[in-house]
Nanobody, 123 residues
Framework: QVQLVESGGGLVQAGGSLRLSCAAS????????MGWFRQASGKEREFVAT????????YYADSMKGRFSISRDNAKNTVYLQMNSLKPEDTAVYTC????????????????WGQGTQVTVSS
């Protein structure tokens, strides 16, 4: 069982940056692939980024490449999402998730989910 708690969301102006954190409970955090997803109001949840359990491989949704960066600190049981050059269309609830696969990009590949943190980007 893994429990995930996100933090770091908030209100930011377009062009600004935010760093989201996701703290995980459990002693096996380092064996899970971790991912970030987001869901804007009235839209379906979409993939943002994922990182291999050893931190060596990452994947991003095309619209986030070059602006977002996912990283993890297995000693702290924490995964991060650094978001730069934010746009109003990045406004959404951002949720982290854990997968028993080595890396995963699909919603159904994740079995543990956090509650999410709101990110609002003003124009």
């Amino acid at each position: 069982q893994v429990q995930l708690v996100e933090s770091g969301g908030g209100l930011v102006q377009a062009g600004g940056s935010l760093r989201l954190s996701c703290a995980a409970s459990g002693r096996t955090f380092s064996s899970y692939a971790m991912g970030w997803f987001r869901q804007a109001s009235g839209k379906e949840r979409e993939f943002v980024a994922t990182i291999h359990w050893n931190g060596g491989t990452t994947y991003y949704a095309d619209s986030m490449k070059g602006r977002f960066s996912i990283s993890r600190d297995n000693a702290k049981n924490t995964v991060y999402l650094q978001m730069n050059s934010l746009k109003p269309e990045d406004t959404a609830v951002y949720t982290c998730a854990a997968s028993t696969l080595s890396i995963a990009t699909r919603t159904y590949e994740y079995m543990y989910w956090g509650q999410g943190t709101q990110v609002t980007v003003s124009s």
